[in-house]
């Protein structure tokens, strides 16, 4: 076994973000948006909310879905578990929920022959005091940190592990990767590397065409966030149409989705109802993400 592929990994327990669809109004389809939409880390919630309202909008202006208006119900989870649960039990009454993307991670690196050396929580109610995040980190130990949290966290506890962390290789998920980590984290978030899905080396007409309209209808630049709310929207309208405007059947239609043109690329749906897309690594470098390599990703649904 070779150090580098001995990781510790902490994440931040977080609810999935839910979208759920009911067809029981006559000229409406109504679909769930459960996610964080106040509070300081509310940032992505907003963004992702604001970019399926994009959608949302296009789709009904071009006539809707099998002659149905799209009507988004947004919900905020308020950052903790009771009231993400309670704000997806106020949408409908069956919860779904696929694994969260840790143990995704674990799983496909242990079968690559890594080997987890610790594998910490916390919540961000706690957030600011890490002694037991760090015990329990065993720094000493393991090349390599991968933090799965928001950009806010992850500048946080890189600050905490301070020197004792200086010949660590800190990794992050996609989640941190946006401009509060770079504009806040400055010299302290240097060398970090992170993974994202999605990723344009030239944005072409239609994302730039996505970005005036988000701009000029919400005042603000689009994160990532944004552009994955617009793509789930459209997704699930396209998903709908194959359905007749019907949720049931629905799970059918999404698992068979492939070769989406999304903003990011091509994307495909599995039958778990996960998303592929090419996957990029970045590290940070004097206050940019720098491009490291693209892979593109297996598709049990792609001949």
């Not at 759920?20 to 992702?48: H, M, N, P, W």
């Not at 990794?171 to 980590?181: M, N």
């Not at 899905?197 to 944004?226: I, M, Q, W």
């Amino acid at each position: 076994m070779t150090r580098k592929k001995i990781l510790v990994v902490i994440f931040f327990a977080l609810m999935m973000v839910a979208v759920l669809v009911s067809c029981t109004r006559e000229k409406e389809i109504l679909i769930g948006f459960a996610g964080q939409l106040t509070g300081v880390y509310s940032d992505l919630g907003v963004q992702g909310r604001n970019g399926a309202v994009l959608a949302l909008e296009e789709i009904n202006a071009g006539g809707g879905v099998a002659g149905k208006r799209l009507k988004l119900i947004p919900e905020d989870d308020g950052n903790t578990p009771e009231k993400a649960r309670q704000a997806v039990r106020k949408l409908i009454q069956q919860d779904a929920y696929t694994a969260p993307f840790h143990q995704h991670f674990i799983h496909h690196f242990e079968q690559s022959g890594g080997r987890i050396a610790a594998n910490c929580t916390f919540s961000s109610q706690d957030s600011g005091n890490w002694s037991e995040v760090l015990a329990c980190l065993q720094l000493e130990n393991t090349p390599g940190v991968l933090i799965m949290a928001s950009a806010r966290d992850v500048i946080s506890i890189i600050q905490a592990m301070g020197a004792s962390g200086k010949d660590n290789v800190l990794l992050s998920s996609g989640w941190g990767a946006t401009q509060e980590l770079l504009s806040q984290g400055g010299r302290i978030v240097d060398g970090l590397y992170l993974a994202k899905s999605g990723f344009l080396h030239e944005p072409d007409s239609t994302y730039t065409d996505f970005e005036r309209l988000y701009k000029n209808r919400f005042g603000r630049v689009p994160s990532f966030a944004a552009v994955q709310g617009y793509d789930a929207l459209r997704v699930l309208a396209l998903a709908l149409r194959q359905t007749g405007g019907d949720s049931r059947g629905l799970p059918r239609a999404l698992a068979g989705i492939t070769d989406f043109a999304s903003l990011y690329g091509t994307l495909s749906l599995d039958s778990f109802g996960d998303a592929h897309l090419p996957g990029s690594i970045f590290q940070i470098r004097n206050g940019q993400f720098e491009h490291q390599w693209t892979a593109e990703p297996e598709n049990e649904n792609r001949k």
